[in-house]
């Protein structure tokens, strides 16, 4: 069988060293027509490609990537399916959530993801991608107006001092003595608590459980789901104004000028922490750490573990009436009576910032790594 003119050259080539193949290819190349070449690149181009995030180590691929915002991962993620499994390291959206304090939107997750396709062979994104995805939807929802206002929670017969809420649980306290659970999907009042005798003044909810503070001096534990009373905590001396609680210690701030740290379980007193020589205006505890802030205008910063006081910031000239911590613990924020915002560094107690503007008293602050919102009387 006579041989084609391309199997000719190719088996020739197959005789040729390295160095004599290539000035062949480049004499041929030199020889070509324009449109030939361009046609010649269009298919060699693939086969000149480097894929260099798989050829790298995967810590190296990840290095990389993390360098890329938000925005830039999703686009990786389209190129190829090796590309979206670095690119959805769970890692990398954790770093970016705390970035942009979306941690606290982790709750989101337990929702549908309407994103999710229900095709077998999709990989399925990473948990903290799913939070940052669900957190930055509800946040340009919020920003565009892209909501409903639900019907309003009514139910209780007097002043709602104080609201919080752990997933779809809400739960308010109120001068009428009295705290309500309510269901956020179906906005129906689940169960009222009435043990106490005074009004409730705070509440705080995690993992089912209910913690409340009251007029009465008193601090109750309740079971969200039954409404069953758990656990009566009682030592302050008087009003109980504040309290916070992380699912495992309770903490509570009352008018005798105290900080009490409750074993949440059994709710045994673990320490009483005294300093403040007014009463304590807010209250606020992140991981280990507790933080008081008061009309004697200093802001205390306790170890709840340890039961001791940490730092003692004193700068504010009026009553400390709010306080934050940045979503990577190095600061805090507070705003006093005298209209001023200020801003301490809670390794070493310094105060960083003085923030001025408001012309009267700051009444809530919120700050995340970047940014600082005050609330003020004016």
């Known amino acids: 069988v006579m041989a084609t003119p391309s199997e000719r050259v190719l088996y020739e080539l197959g005789t040729l060293t390295g160095q004599q193949k290539y000035d062949l290819l480049l004499e041929l190349l030199r020889s070509t027509e324009t449109w030939q070449l361009r046609k010649l690149y269009s298919e060699i181009a693939g086969l000149l490609a480097v894929d260099i995030l798989c050829q790298v180590p995967p810590d190296v691929a990840e290095k990389i990537l993390s360098y890329l915002d938000a925005t830039s991962l999703c686009a990786v993620a389209t190129c190829s399916r090796g590309w979206r499994l670095l690119a959805d390291n769970d890692d990398i959206w954790q770093r970016l959530c705390i970035k942009q304090d979306y941690i606290k939107f982790e709750y989101l997750t337990r929702q549908p993801w309407v994103g999710r396709s229900s095709h077998a062979h999709t990989i399925p994104p990473s948990h903290w991608k799913h939070v940052y995805a669900q957190a930055h939807t509800l946040e340009w929802n919020w920003r565009h107006g892209s909501y409903v206002v639900p019907p309003l929670l009514k139910g209780h017969k007097l002043t709602v001092t104080s609201i919080a809420h752990d997933g779809d649980l809400l739960v308010s306290g109120s001068r009428d003595n009295t705290a309500r659970v309510w269901n956020l999907q179906t906005l129906e009042c689940t169960n009222v608590l009435e043990a106490h005798t005074d009004s409730v003044n705070d509440v705080a909810v995690k993992d089912g459980l209910v913690a409340t503070a009251s007029s009465d001096g008193l601090v109750r534990v309740f079971n969200a789901k039954s409404g069953q009373c758990l656990r009566l905590l009682q030592g302050h001396m008087g009003s109980v104004d504040h309290i916070t609680f992380d699912g ?102 310094n105060q960083t910032a003085t923030l001025v503007g408001h012309s009267q008293e700051i009444m809530c602050v919120q700050c995340t790594e970047d940014l600082i919102a005050s609330g003020s009387a004016d």
């Not at 003692?312 to 209209?339: A, D, F, K």
Request: with cysteine; proline share 2%; net charge neutral.
């Open 248 to 349: 495992k210690i309770i903490v509570s701030a009352g008018a005798d000028c105290s900080v009490r740290v409750w074993e949440a379980q059994k709710g045994r007193l673990l320490h009483t922490l005294t300093g403040h020589s007014q009463e304590i205006e807010c209250l606020l505890l992140n991981g280990d750490i507790a933080v008081s802030g008061s009309w004697d205008s200093s802001i205390r910063v306790w170890s709840a573990p340890y039961g001791v006081c940490r730092l003692v910031l004193t700068g504010h000239t009026q009553v400390v009436y709010c306080s934050c911590i940045n979503p990577s613990s190095t600061r805090l924020v507070s705003g006093g009576g005298e209209g001023i915002v200020r801003v301490w560094n809670l390794h070493n107690g």
